[in-house]
């Protein structure tokens, strides 16, 4: 008795420390990747619509206007929710004095309390798994989802399809706890307001009402009690209630408005949602505006680490060969019904984006958890003998396939937005399967634009405006030109991966695949953004080729035009091969008469320099004060330390006027 019960106590002592110190572990391990670098870059629909919602959000909330929280036909509620209080923390921020924000910190502060909620769900997710799978599946299945690079990358920015897939989740696991475990009303409840949380946040969390009641009558058609049809009808009215009361209680618009923020919904579905997007789409290596229902399993497949996808690809057989309760049974096969049906719902829809198939993956984790238990089972087996010291040994296996997740995960960070399956060819071929981009690199963008010395005299052009101007530095301007004409004072162009999959419009067309980029910003060796030099503005375009080896592109012609002062033609080169060095360039300003009334000879000053910039030399050349006034021209070539003129071709003057392969660039009149 002295010798067992001190065991009794130290055995509830460690069971205790498990059950709390567990969930905890499994938070921790789920927020460290999702907060390292947050704020990074931010993506396309953060910047150009869910800052501003949340700010429209959180005015009609401090307001009182209810009615103006239906903003959005998603319809975004809990998204908006957690935007606004991000503003909330910004202000609690100013109080302490806090106001210059860095970019980063500034997009942080916008995407910290929806990375909080994603990761702190995957803590509430193994909790409802506890006691209805195996405890092996439960924890490795948490981890799964907490390591997950797709559910990473897209829970920790402030939008919608992660949050709904989370909540989706989670109502799906209440579910299966109550109709297969419990039949606790607490399990009923849990149930519901996930729901109500994952269709307010994105309409097709709707699936969850089939699914719901689905998995109700098939509880109550095999379950162990007889078939209380009666129950199972009350339990919907129940849970249907309530779904509604949290609906009620998360959207103040439907207090307010109820049939307009309805009607907002259906509009979107039927605008939007069953419509092609409207800049396109990009599938297998070619734009397509509407692919078909291979889209989303390729997807699926893709995104799959190559860990789950190992385990997924093992799940039949460990479905036969694992022993499972009929309550884990009944539970995993809900999750599988879950991830089956909002795949074939989904591939209804044209308009289809790999993202939007997120909601599925922590199911996908928790069913891969399965096969890769399973499969551990099996090589301890084989390793070890007899059975019962195999067992021992399966925390240490379930320690390193969770270290193998962390792993992956750190290989992708800080961009887990363009992690795909290693096993079917990673980043590369994700990047020619889909539609990639979504603002990642854009911060790299900004980095190398941010060193330029003259980038805050100069416009950067680009069609990710918002995305880059946030990370640019004090003084620097992007802006996406309103006409197909490059604005004047450009300095550089930027053509983003997401642009060029569909087809660029003017004047981006002029660069991408045609002009030799400055620099290409690549993640995992996959192009994300090409930088270019924006060409000059000049007053007189020329396009005339010297030889093999340098072309003119224009001229900015003289501020004034006066005898016996300098006149300065500024001419702009373009970016083209390297010329012999020494190679010179004349200048002759012939007058009335033929006379010749000025000269310069130039060495020309890029050889051997950077050949993906434009270059520029200046031409002062000064007629003498008793020169006559009428018309003058300016005739310039360009030729090599041992004599002869580089050759001009159809653009040579006539020879008689100034020699062979001279180009007459200008004609002014002097007074």
Request: glycine share 8%; aromatic share 12%; hydrophobic share 50%.
């Amino acid at each position: 008795m002295e010798r067992t019960l001190p065991t009794v106590r130290m055995a509830r002592r460690t069971n205790t420390l498990a059950a709390i110190g567990l969930p905890l572990g499994i938070m921790l391990i789920s927020l460290i990747p999702r907060l390292l670098d947050l704020g990074l870059f931010a993506t396309m629909d953060e910047v150009n619509f869910w800052f501003k919602r949340s700010e429209l959000f959180l005015d009609a909330l401090r307001t009182g206007n209810f009615a103006a929280t239906a903003i959005t036909d998603h319809p975004g509620v809990p998204t908006m929710w957690l935007g606004a209080a991000s503003l909330v923390l910004r202000d609690i921020l100013g109080n302490f004095g806090v106001h210059a924000l860095s970019p980063q910190m500034f997009v942080a502060l916008y995407e910290l309390p929806i990375t909080l909620v994603n990761a702190i769900a995957v803590m509430v997710g193994y909790l409802l798994m506890r006691g209805l799978v195996p405890g092996p599946v439960a924890v490795l299945g948490a981890l799964l989802w907490a390591l997950d690079p797709f559910a990473i990358a897209f829970g920790r920015v402030l939008h919608v399809d992660a949050l709904s897939g989370t909540f989706m989740t989670l109502s799906m696991l209440a579910t299966c706890r109550y109709w297969f475990m419990s039949q606790r009303w607490r399990d009923l409840l849990l149930s519901a307001v996930f729901a109500a949380l994952a269709m307010t946040t994105k309409s097709p969390g709707l699936i969850l009402i089939p699914l719901a009641g689905s998995i109700g009558l098939f509880a109550t058609w095999y379950g162990p009690q007889p078939r209380r049809y009666g129950a199972l009808f009350r339990a919907g009215l129940v849970w249907a209630g309530l779904v509604a009361a949290s609906a009620l209680l998360i959207w103040p618009a439907l207090w307010a408005a109820p049939l307009a923020a309805i009607d907002q919904i259906r509009i979107g579905y039927t605008a939007e949602g069953t419509q092609p997007h409207q800049l396109g789409n990009f599938y297998l290596g070619r734009p397509m505006r509407a692919p078909g229902f291979t889209f989303y399993p390729l997807a699926i497949a893709m995104r799959l680490t190559p860990l789950t996808f190992l385990g997924v690809l093992a799940l039949p057989l460990a479905w036969r060969r694992l022993p499972l309760s009929p309550t884990a049974r009944h539970s995993l096969a809900g999750l599988a019904w879950f991830v089956v049906v909002f795949t074939l719902a989904m591939g209804f829809f044209a308009k289809k984006f790999n993202r939007y198939i997120v909601p599925v993956f922590p199911a996908l984790d928790i069913l891969a958890a399965v096969g890769l238990v399973w499969l551990g089972m099996v090589v301890l087996g084989l390793v070890l003998r007899p059975r019962a010291r195999a067992e021992r040994w399966q925390p240490l296996a379930l320690g390193a396939v969770t270290l193998a997740a962390a792993l992956n995960v750190a290989f992708w960070q800080p961009y887990q937005m363009v992690a795909y399956n290693q096993l079917l060819g990673g980043a590369t071929a994700g990047a020619w399967a889909f539609k990639t981009g979504w603002g990642e690199g854009m911060n790299l963008v900004a980095d190398w634009l941010n060193k330029q010395p003259n980038i805050t005299g100069v416009l950067t052009v680009t069609t990710l405006k918002v995305g880059l101007q946030t990370y640019m530095r004090p003084g620097a301007q992007s802006l996406t030109p309103p006409t197909e004409q490059m604005p004047e004072h450009s300095g550089y162009v930027v053509v983003y991966v997401n642009d060029a999959q569909g087809g660029l419009l003017p004047p981006f067309d002029q660069f991408y695949g045609k002009v030799e980029p400055l620099t290409v910003i690549k993640i995992h060796d996959v192009p994300y953004a090409w930088i270019y030099e924006a060409p000059p503005t000049i007053t007189k375009r020329s396009d005339v080729a010297f030889g093999t080896g340098v072309t003119l592109y224009g001229i900015n012609r003289p501020a004034q035009l006066a005898r016996g002062t300098p006149m300065i033609w500024r001419l702009a080169w373009q970016p083209s091969a390297t010329i012999p060095p020494g190679t010179m360039l004349f200048a002759h300003l012939i007058g009335p008469e033929g006379k010749r009334y000025a000269q310069i000879d130039v060495p020309y000053p890029v050889a051997g320099a950077d050949t993906t910039r434009y270059h520029y030399l200046e031409l002062p050349l000064a007629t003498p004060a008793d020169a006559p006034p009428g018309d003058y021209r300016l005739f310039i070539g360009l030729y090599t330390p041992d004599g002869p003129r580089l050759t001009l071709g159809a653009a040579a003057a006539d020879p008689a006027l100034d020699g062979p392969d001279a180009l007459l660039l200008d004609e002014v009149k002097l007074p």
